[in-house]
């Protein structure tokens, strides 16, 4: 009896040791180097492998940081400066600091500004719609509110307003990594340099009709009148297809062209209030102080359509 | 037994409230918006500026490419302006918008009513005339019909097929043509069938139209080669591959055309748009137009001028219900909802349905229970609910393995979902973003 135990013991170990002598020589001969920087650079990135950057993952990232040479086109939005500069430092490379970006929703049209003139039941998401027709206000350039965005959003820093059905964006949540641009089928919301205190100034529109069917489909369109390419001293603002565009960078946030805009289409965030000057009406100032509108004359809803495909 | 595709297909309520209903002619209206995108393919180029004087069967925008078609003024009077107009796409797109003065046609156009039955025309003339007339399919894909008559070298095509199916529940507007105008129509036939250089053609139609398989099938007698062939009741029994299916039991392969198994299928209406365009020299500006509806006053069949606004067609048909809920551009399986009234017929309208509230409401949605309903009634057999879930989760290449490019959108999957579930929106979803990288690879 004590012989069986005796052979097993032996014959498997002496299998097991040739196992591990046949396993040594295939791993010495498969041995694949990877460079132990891939992993000191991972471990400075966010991990929330969002794709932001334009690779898959963080790792597939910081595979590309420490392959190619030069990595000033390569950025992390998420991890910002402060993680590039970390990165720059275990590499030995250069990267140049840019200016953080924040996503900004360019368009305006609440149910109040925008009236509904048919109601859509069908699949709810807003690529679906996009497809099918122009969506249920008579603007077909804005915001379906149906929040693809919300959904693509990885931190949370995008909810919609039941009031005005508009996605909104929590500034410092967001970090500009671009799903959301992605996921909106009308191209609404754009990534803007994020000024200082958070400052910002942009055209809440991306509506390219003439001026007088714009403004009849919402009260806060931009009709491009060019008023404030007019009174621009910085060349920031450009008008085509009826739409204006103001450039960050150009932007010095004079805020001269939100006091002219007829249809208040063009917003101010997070600046401070305005000074009352002694020649202005003081109700008009005030009007002007936050994003918030007017509220427009209240049509009679017209033949409400169910809109499905 | 009747013929029918072996497998799939749904049965809904037929609602057919217009057959009885002879063809009317809808008066002028006082302007057209014509769409430069009628059809599938490039969009035309207008040839005319604001302010020019046109005739009826003027042309008007010129085809841009092989697959295009040239579009023809529809009324007589002045170009008012090129601007962008909501039409049935749902977006604003650029239309020519002509204010009607008089109705004063292009004297080329013989108006006379009397049949023509000679050919004198040789194939390839015959197809110049087609390409030159704009005929587009009529069924409602709007293909330009002088493509699919065009045969590339080393296809041998043997069969003509001609669809009178009609499997949409509510339309009734080739029905009507196959009553009305069956001896024009057949004479278009022999005339494709000379384009084609085939001997057979074979018309399908669906056993819910016995009027107008016998008055077919009385006229045909004295026409050789023609054949008439009543079908099963069953949608969507009218689809290309369908047809083929039933009528000669070949089976177009996965991403392949009629072509490849020797048929090209016509729609009836594209066979009497192309007698009047071969033998009367009428280029394609007006078809007939189902205007129906479960509480519509008068559902009638309009032969309508292209451009013409919808609302006229309403107002003609005893005007807009009050309980409407959805006004459907094309029948209620693939039509598309509209949302304005002043959208423009275009070569492509084959009806406009107008349904009632109460049966307008889509069916609350709710978990896949993985009945595999969808997958019993998908006539192309694929399996919709899982084509369903991977275009929700964008997995490209599984969908695009999954055959969803073999869809045809009847949406047969999505009137049979038990939960309701918004099937075909996410598969359509899903083949146009498969089309998008297949295009992307051929680059």
Known sequence: ?309 | MLKTFPKGGVHPAEGKYSANNAIETLPLPKTVSIPIAQHIGAPSKPVVDKGDKVKVGDKIAESAGFVSANIHSSVSGTVVKIDNVMDSTGYKRPCVIIDVEGDEWNESIDRSTDLKKEISLTDKEIINKINESGIVGLGGATFPSHVKLSVPDGKKIDVLIINGVECEPYLTSDHRLMLEKAEEMLIGIQILMKALNVNVALIGVENNKPDAISNLQNIVKDYPGIEVHALKVQYPQGGEKQLIKALINREVPSGGLPLDVGAVVHNVGTALAVYEAVQKNKPLFERVVTLTGKSVKKPSNFMVRIGTPVSNLVEAAGGLPEDTGKIINGGPMMGKAVNSLEIPVVKGTSGILIMPAELSKRKKESNCIRCAKCVSVCPQGLEPYLLNKLALLEKNDKLEAGGVMDCIECGSCSYTCPAGLPLLDYIRLGKSRVSQIIRSRKQ
């Open chain 1, 1 to 309: 009896m004590s012989t069986i135990i005796l052979f097993t013991i032996i014959s498997l170990s002496a299998i097991g040791a040739i196992a591990a002598i046949i396993l040594y020589f295939a791993a010495q001969k498969f041995k694949v180097f990877e460079d132990p920087r891939i992993d000191q650079v991972e471990e400075n990135l966010p991990a929330a492998n969002c794709g932001g950057c334009g690779y898959p993952g963080c790792r597939g990232f910081a595979e590309a940081l420490v392959k190619s040479d030069d990595i000033s086109d390569l950025y992390c939005p998420v991890g910002g400066n402060d993680t590039m500069s970390k990165v720059a430092e275990i590499l030995g490379k250069a990267v140049e600091a840019k200016d953080p970006l924040v996503a900004v929703i360019r368009c305006s049209g609440s149910p109040e500004h925008r009236k509904k003139v048919n109601s859509y039941d069908g699949a709810s998401t807003c690529v679906i719609v996009s497809g099918l027709y122009s969506g249920e206000t008579a603007c077909q350039y804005g915001c379906h509110g149906l929040g693809d965005c919300v959904e693509v959003c990885d931190f949370e820093a995008i909810y919609m307003d039941k009031e005005t059905e508009l996605p909104v964006v929590i500034d410092d949540a967001c970090t500009a990594c671009g799903a959301c641009v992605k996921a909106c089928p009308n191209d609404i919301i754009e990534l803007r340099k994020k000024n200082k205190k958070d400052r910002k100034i942009f055209v809440s529109c991306v509506n390219m009709d003439k001026g007088g069917i714009a403004k009849k489909a919402c009260d806060v369109a931009c009709i491009g009148c060019k008023a404030c390419v007019k009174v621009c001293a910085y060349d920031a603002i450009v008008v085509e297809n009826f739409l204006a565009y103001i450039d960050p960078v150009k932007c010095k946030l004079c805020r001269k062209c939100v006091e002219v805009c007829p249809t208040n289409s063009i917003l101010e965030i997070n600046f401070p209030p305005r000074k009352v000057k002694p020649a202005q009406p003081v109700g008009e100032a005030e009007a002007k102080e936050t994003p918030a509108r007017s509220t427009g004359e209240k049509e009679n809803d017209n033949n409400i359509i169910n809109q499905e495909g």
